[in-house]
């Protein structure tokens, strides 16, 4: 099956400065790969989500890059502030029907005032 | 309110004694799952399903049974429930497949197995 490593394991930065988030992934066949938020006892909620087809996306201050030849993806998290605190956690799959979703073991990103 | 419920969010039991965790959704979702959630190894897949009557195993599915008789309900099962089965449950449900992958969450279980 799919496997994801995800790196690194705990992220610390400073407010206003980036944090970027890496993941690579097993599964050449995967082409879906979403990014999930999960703040400290609260469930995870999507916060990105690329296919294969596109190379890079943006959502205000987040955006995700794909490498298929390489086969890793990204989270980029710019001017960072104190609630983007939370475990991040990357997924890859096939999203056609019968495909699992395999996520990585996640990036606890840390943002100091 | 579009939502996935999840119930108990907090069961202790002990070895050997059979439960259910049941969860719901009223999204119209074909796509359900579970997930177990321990420190350091992230969100490990236990079943999924794609539709009623259909379920698939994910990556930890030892120990663990699922049923789905009904579209809204996919309840997690464990039959004689060990030490090594003390997590944190999500279920979750999605359009999967039809166009938006999108995963909700319901709030968790914490079980506890001594």
């Given amino acids: 099956g799919e496997n994801v490593e995800q790196h690194p394991s705990t992220l610390s930065v400073q407010e206003g ?47 995700v890059t794909l490498n298929k030849t390489a086969k890793h993806f990204s989270l980029h998290i710019t001017e960072t502030q104190p609630e983007d605190s939370a475990v991040y956690f990357c997924a890859a799959s096939r999203f056609v029907s019968g495909y699992a979703l395999n996520f990585g073991k996640g990036t606890s990103l840390l943002v100091t005032p | 309110e579009a939502q996935v419920t999840q119930n108990p969010r907090y069961l202790i039991t002990v070895t050997g004694k059979k439960l259910t965790v049941t969860c719901s959704q009223n999204m119209n979702h074909e796509y359900m799952s579970w997930y177990r959630q321990d420190p350091g190894l992230g969100l490990r897949q236990i079943y999924y399903s794609m539709n009623v009557e259909v379920t698939d195993k994910g990556d930890v599915p030892e120990g663990y049974k699922v049923s789905r008789k009904e579209k809204r309900n996919f ?13 944190l449950y999500f279920c979750a449900s999605s359009l999967w497949g039809k166009g938006d992958e999108k995963l909700f969450f319901g709030s968790g279980t914490q079980l506890s197995v001594l």
């Fill in chain 1, 17 to 63: 400065d980036s944090a970027v988030i890496k993941c690579t992934y097993s599964d050449s066949a995967s082409n879906y790969f979403p990014w999930y938020k999960q703040e400290l006892g609260k469930r995870p909620q999507l916060i990105i989500d690329i296919r294969s087809n596109v190379g890079e996306k943006k959502d205000q201050r987040i955006a």
């Fill in chain 2, 75 to 87: 309840p997690l099962i464990l039959e004689s429930p060990s030490p090594n089965q003390t997590s």
